[in-house]
């Protein structure tokens, strides 16, 4: 559905383009066909224009866009495994050499005598303020600072981590990946990942296009143009357009290529 919103899309961008041009270019020009012509090549000219624009735009924000990928299938991967704390110690004995390891968090023992408590919450649920009491139950008086690494969290668990007597650090995926995983030069390896969607490709869209759904549309589209015919007097880009979509149908309707016969029963 992603797929065939970014075609209507695109399509519909053209369209635009093309409509603004001509109604432009036909005040300027009387001949119908030289202004049609003109307004093609315009809107060909301005499309790619746009297109390079936005394709530079993407590729200065490519980076950012992987990093967010690896930093969810990161968490992914952590959230399934069973031995998590084993990577967070890892992690922090990298820097620290007196980490002890407890069924839910780490405490880190520095040298002024000081400890960091690191308690990663490894499941899909929102930091939410009950969460977070929950939490504090637990590392009370452990520590006088706590990292809570989260998949997300609500704003006003901020404001309210701050009404109490211990450093709270709370850290959503993306944070954790930025302040933690690159500072420390540590990556949880990716066992799992979300699947990503595939690219359209030409034949898809061929695919799409020649379905034997759009048969009828495309007849339609050609008996209205004929229709027209009685009214006004037909002109080559109107019969060359009724032609094409008449053996669009013609092939929509009996090229079995891009009709896949669906088993009604399955089981």
């Known amino acids: ?21 001509f109604i432009w270019l036909r005040y300027f020009i009387r001949q119908l066909v030289l202004s049609m012509v003109i307004s093609a090549i315009l809107t060909t000219l301005i499309y790619l224009i746009l297109f390079f624009i936005k394709r530079k735009k993407k590729n200065k924000e490519g980076l950012k866009i992987k990093e967010k990928e690896e930093a969810e299938n990161m968490f992914l991967s ?92 709370i850290f959503d995926r993306f ?40 048969a009828k549309g495309y007849l339609l589209s050609a008996f209205l143009l004929a229709l027209s015919a009685i009214f006004v007097r037909t002109t080559i880009y109107y019969t060359i357009v009724a032609t094409l979509l008449v053996v669009f149908a013609i092939i929509s309707q009996f090229n079995t290529k891009f009709n896949f016969k669906e088993d009604k029963e399955i089981l």
């Open 1 to 21: 559905m992603r797929k065939i919103n970014f075609i209507f899309q695109e399509v519909l961008k053209v369209f635009l383009i093309f409509l603004i041009s």
């Open 78 to 169: 952590l959230a399934c495994d069973n031995n998590k704390m084993d990577f967070f110690l890892k992690l922090a004995s990298s820097k620290h050499k007196n980490v002890k390891k407890f069924s839910k968090f780490l405490i880190i023992s520095h040298e002024n005598n000081t400890k960091t408590l690191l308690f990663p919450k490894m499941d899909f649920e929102p930091l939410t303020i009950p969460n977070f009491v929950d939490i504090y139950k637990k590392v009370q008086g452990k520590a006088e600072k706590v990292v809570i690494l989260c998949h997300s969290y609500d704003k006003e668990v901020l404001s309210f981590s701050k009404h109490f007597g211990i450093c709270f650090l």
């Open 175 to 214: 944070e954790t990946y930025e302040r933690l995983y690159k500072y420390y030069d540590i990556f949880p390896e990716i066992k799992e990942s979300y699947k990503k969607d595939k690219m359209l490709t030409f034949k898809d869209f061929i695919a799409f296009s020649f379905n034997k759904k759009r």
